[in-house]
């Protein structure tokens, strides 16, 4: 069976450090994936879009970037946190066709 | 562009009442939707989705949701509440402009229900 694999659960970060997320997708090949940030507990936000290897998409202008090495492992990065980027940050895949997104467990990232 | 929206912000239910929580929906084209359900500082995840067929959409947890094309609405529903349901909720609209092996989706803003005892 699939499974998504996102760490770490919470992160208490500096303003100005750099910032890793990572997430990883077992039990299948070639997922869809995507990074969501959810902010005060509310909607989320589509902040990238993968659909193979190096290939990322950007929704929003952002202090944000994120990187797929490999087929199911998508990595959200900046070089320099600003108080704002704090919230929820939540990775998911899919396949295909009309089927659902399947979530990680989320991130919780605080910049003090 | 493909939009859902969740008019209630949060919904009160007393436990063994059905519940319903609302969604409406916005696309060119048809509409293939999604309802998740996310507690405290966990993902989100999937109770049921509409592609296409019977109007009337079963889903986990006893949870069902009623498509209306008329309306353009995809509302959730479970005749009994439970307190254990008290949660997030979000719809999410698939963007069929990505293409058939890319899913894209967009999710409302999220009702918080309240089940009280």
């Known amino acids: 069976s699939q499974t998504i694999h996102q760490w770490p659960a919470t992160l208490v970060q500096p303003v100005g450090s750099p910032l890793s997320l990572e997430c990883t997708v077992e039990?299948?090949?070639?997922?869809?994936l995507y990074w969501y940030r959810q902010a005060a507990g509310r909607g989320l936000q589509l902040l990238f879009y993968?659909?193979?290897?190096?290939?990322i998409s950007s929704e929003v202008p952002q202090n944000l970037s994120a990187s797929r090495p490999q087929d199911r492992q998508f990595i959200l990065s900046s070089k320099k946190l600003l108080l704002s980027d704090s919230g929820f940050y939540l990775c998911?895949?899919?396949?295909?066709?009309?089927?659902?997104?399947?979530f990680g467990q989320g991130t919780r990232l605080t910049v003090v | 562009a493909q939009s859902v929206a969740q008019p209630e912000d949060q919904v009160n239910v007393a436990e063994g009442n059905p519940l319903t929580v609302k969604c409406t929906y916005s696309?060119?084209?048809?509409?293939?939707l999604f309802w998740y359900v996310q507690y405290p500082n966990r993902g989100l995840q999937f109770l049921l989705k509409?592609?296409?067929?019977?109007?009337l959409v079963k889903g986990s947890y006893g949870f069902e949701a009623e498509f209306n094309k008329s309306q353009t609405s995809f509302h959730l529903k479970k005749p009994s509440a439970l307190v254990s349901d008290s949660a997030l909720y979000f719809c999410?609209?698939?963007?069929?402009?990505?293409?058939?092996?890319?899913?894209?989706?967009?999710f409302g803003s999220g009702t918080k229900l309240n089940v009280k005892p």
């Open positions: 998911a895949w899919s396949t295909g066709g009309f089927t659902e997104a399947f």
């Open positions: 039990g299948t090949s070639n997922p869809n």
């Open positions: 993968s659909i193979g290897i190096d290939q």
């Open positions: 696309v060119s084209g048809n509409p293939y």
């Open positions: 509409y592609i296409t067929g019977d109007n």
């Open positions: 999410a609209v698939r963007d069929m402009r990505a293409g058939y092996n890319f899913n894209k989706f967009y």
